[in-house]
C-alpha cells in the first residue's frame, strides 16, 4: 500500500507527499509581498466594487481624461523632433515652395515633421485634435457640473481643481500652438504681447522679460517649450490625479431617481464592469481622433509661412476657447488717456482684466451660493436644471456672451464669408454683449418655469395618451394615464426651502435690530435665487389624493 494514504481504523490518513499543498505561483506571491508592505489587499477590497451611476452625461469627464492621456502620449513623439529654438536658418527641405526662405529652427522642425517623419503630421494634427477636444470635454462636463449642482459640498474643492485644469488647458494650448512659430501662432503671440503692454507700469517690463527684448526676440520659444512640456503638464496631471481620488472619496453624484439617495449609490461596481467599460471608451476616444486627425487638416503651417513682424495672416484666428479673450479686445472701443509722457490703452486694459474676472466669478460661483443658502448638508442627488431656473439661466446667460464674444472674434471671417460690413458686425456685438444675456436669461428662466408647471400637471393629472373618449352625456374628454411611482418620485423629489430671510427688524420689545449690509445683500440675493419667483410649488398629498381618487381622476 502507497506510504501516501493509510487506513487507521476505517478512516484514511493522508501521508507526508500529500500534506504538502501546491507551492504558491510566482503572481501570487508578490502578491503577498506587496500586500504585506503597502496593504493593497484591504485598499483594493474597499475600492474595486466600489459603485458607479451610469448616465451618458458622466462620460464626458472621461472624454477629457482620455484625451488627456493622448496628448501625452502624442505629446512624448513630437519632442523627439521638435527643436525649439529661435535661431534663424535657411531651408533646404522637402518642402519645395519654401526651400531658400530664412526662418526659425523651430518652424523648420516643424515642416520636417510633418514631411519627413514616419507618422509625424498624423500625430500633428491628433495632438492638436486632442487639445481642443481635451478643452471641449472639460468645458462642457463642468457646465454639466454647474447645471445639476454637482459641486455642492462635498465638492467645492474638486470644482476648484477642475477649474484650475481649464484654465491650465487654456494657456496649455497657447503656449503649444505658438511652437511652430508661423505666421498665425506668432500672430497669436503678438495679440498676447499687446495685452502685456497695456498693463500699467509694469507692462513693458513684463514684456521684456518674457521675450528676452523687444518683441519678438530669441528666447520666447525656449521658453515656452518647457512650459509647454513640462511645468504645466505635470501640474494638470497632479489636479487629475487629485481629481479623481476626491471622486472615490466622495463617491460620485448621480441623478435622482428610485432607491437613490445621499448615503446610496446605484450603478454598476468598478471591477470589473466599468472598467472594462472605461477601458473599450478610451480606445473609442483615440480611434475617432485618429479618424479625424488622418481626414481633417488642422493648423496647416506651410500655408502660413513662417512669422515675420511686419506680416499678418488673413483670418488670425486663435483656437476656439481663446475667441472669447480676442472678442473683447476686438469689439472693445479704441478708448485710450495720454498724461505725463505716458498712454494708458483701455481699449486693451479693459478687456484683458475682465477676462480673469469671468473665470474668477466661474470658480467662487459655488461658495457664494453656499454662502446664500446657508446650506451645509452634502449633496449626492443631482439637480434637475429647471428646478433651479435662477442657477440655469445665469449659466445660459453666460454661454450667451461667450457666443457672441466669439463672433466678435472672428469678426473679419464672418464678414468675409457672409459678405457683410466688419464695422456691422462690431456693432452688433457691442450691443449684443449688453442686450443678448438678459435675454437669455429671461426666456431660460420662463421655459424653466414652464416645465415645472408640465410636471405639476404630470403629477397631478398623469401623461396624456392621445386617447379621446366621449361621456355617456355627450362630452369628450381625453383619457389620462397615470405615472408610475418611478416617474412620480423623480418629478417630486426635489426639495423647495424657503430661501434665507432677515426677519423682523425689530424684536418683540420694540426695540430694532442691528442688521448689517452683507445680511441684506444675502437676503436680496436669496429672494431672487430661491424665492417664490421662482419655483411652482410641488403637488402636496392632499391634492394628489383629491384629483387621483373617485371616478373625477
Known amino acids: 500500500m502507497d506510504d501516501a494514504a493509510r487506513t487507521v481504523n476505517g478512516s484514511v490518513r493522508v501521508g507526508s507527499s500529500a500534506s504538502r499543498e501546491n507551492p504558491p505561483g510566482k503572481g501570487e506571491k508578490l502578491a503577498d509581498w506587496a500586500d504585506g508592505r503597502l496593504g493593497i489587499y484591504g485598499l483594493a477590497k474597499a475600492n474595486m466594487r466600489k459603485v458607479f451611476p451610469d448616465h451618458w452625461s458622466f462620460m464626458l469627464g472621461e472624454v477629457c481624461l482620455y484625451s488627456f492621456l493622448i496628448l501625452i502620449l502624442t505629446g512624448i513623439y513630437l519632442t523627439l523632433f521638435f527643436e525649439p529654438s529661435g535661431a534663424e536658418v535657411v531651408y533646404h527641405g522637402s518642402y519645395e515652395p519654401m526651400n531658400g526662405i530664412i526662418m526659425t529652427k523651430a518652424y523648420e522642425s516643424t515642416l520636417h515633421i510633418s514631411f519627413d517623419v514616419r507618422g509625424g503630421l498624423l500625430i500633428r494634427q491628433i495632438h492638436h485634435w486632442a487639445a481642443l477636444v481635451f478643452v471641449a470635454g472639460m468645458f462642457v462636463h463642468m457646465m454639466r457640473v454647474f447645471f445639476t449642482g454637482a459641486f455642492r459640498k462635498p465638492r467645492e474643492v474638486n470644482w476648484l481643481f477642475g477649474w484650475t485644469l481649464l484654465f491650465l488647458a487654456i494657456l496649455t494650448g497657447l503656449t503649444g500652438y505658438s511652437l511652430p512659430d508661423d505666421l498665425l501662432s506668432g500672430t497669436g503671440v503678438r495679440f498676447a504681447d499687446g495685452a502685456i503692454l497695456s498693463i500699467p ?265 392621445g386617447l379621446i373618449k366621449m361621456l355617456p352625456h355627450g362630452e369628450y374628454i381625453e383619457v389620462h394615464e397615470p405615472l408610475g411611482q418611478d416617474s412620480l418620485f423623480v418629478l417630486t423629489q426635489h426639495e423647495q426651502n424657503p430661501p434665507y430671510e432677515i426677519g423682523p427688524l425689530e424684536d418683540a420689545n420694540g426695540v430694532r435690530r442691528k442688521v448689517t449690509l452683507v445680511q441684506r445683500a444675502r437676503a436680496s440675493l436669496a429672494k431672487s435665487m430661491f424665492g417664490p419667483d421662482t419655483h411652482i410649488p410641488k403637488p402636496t398629498q392632499e391634492e394628489y389624493r383629491e384629483l387621483t381618487s373617485g371616478d373625477h381622476h
Open 201 to 465: 507700469i509694469v507692462g513693458s517690463y513684463l514684456s521684456m522679460f518674457l521675450f528676452g527684448g523687444e518683441f519678438p526676440g530669441h528666447d520666447i520659444i525656449s521658453r515656452f517649450f518647457p512650459i509647454h512640456v513640462l511645468l504645466l503638464p505635470g501640474i494638470m496631471l497632479g489636479l487629475v490625479v487629485a481629481h479623481l481620488i476626491l471622486v472615490f472619496y466622495h463617491k460620485h453624484t448621480q441623478y435622482p431617481g428610485p432607491g437613490r439617495d445621499q448615503k446610496s449609490v446605484v450603478g454598476m461596481p468598478f471591477l470589473p464592469v466599468y472598467m472594462a467599460k472605461a477601458g473599450g471608451f478610451f480606445f473609442l476616444t483615440f480611434g475617432i481622433l485618429a479618424i479625424i486627425g488622418a481626414i481633417a487638416t488642422i493648423n496647416p503651417v506651410w500655408a502660413f509661412g513662417p512669422y515675420r513682424p511686419d506680416l499678418v495672416t488673413t483670418g488670425a484666428q486663435p483656437d476656439w476657447y481663446l475667441g472669447f479673450s480676442e472678442g473683447l479686445i476686438r469689439v472693445m472701443p479704441g478708448w485710450e488717456i495720454n498724461g505725463w509722457g505716458h498712454t494708458l490703452e483701455l481699449g486693451v486694459l479693459i478687456p484683458f482684466s475682465l477676462f480673469p474676472l469671468f473665470l474668477v466669478a466661474i470658480g467662487v460661483y459655488p461658495f457664494v451660493e453656499a454662502w446664500i443658502t446657508g446650506d451645509k448638508r452634502e449633496h449626492h442627488i443631482l439637480d434637475r436644471p429647471r428646478n433651479v431656473p435662477v442657477r440655469t439661466a445665469l449659466g445660459v446667460a453666460w454661454l450667451s456672451i461667450y457666443f457672441v464674444l466669439l463672433i466678435g472674434g472672428g469678426n473679419d471671417v464672418v464678414a468675409t464669408h457672409l459678405h457683410l460690413s466688419i464695422n456691422s458686425i462690431t456693432w452688433f456685438v457691442r450691443i449684443s454683449v449688453f442686450v443678448v444675456p438678459v435675454l437669455a436669461f429671461i426666456t431660460t428662466k420662463r421655459i424653466c418655469l414652464g416645465l415645472q408647471r408640465r410636471d405639476r400637471d404630470k403629477v397631478l393629472h398623469g401623461r396624456e395618451t
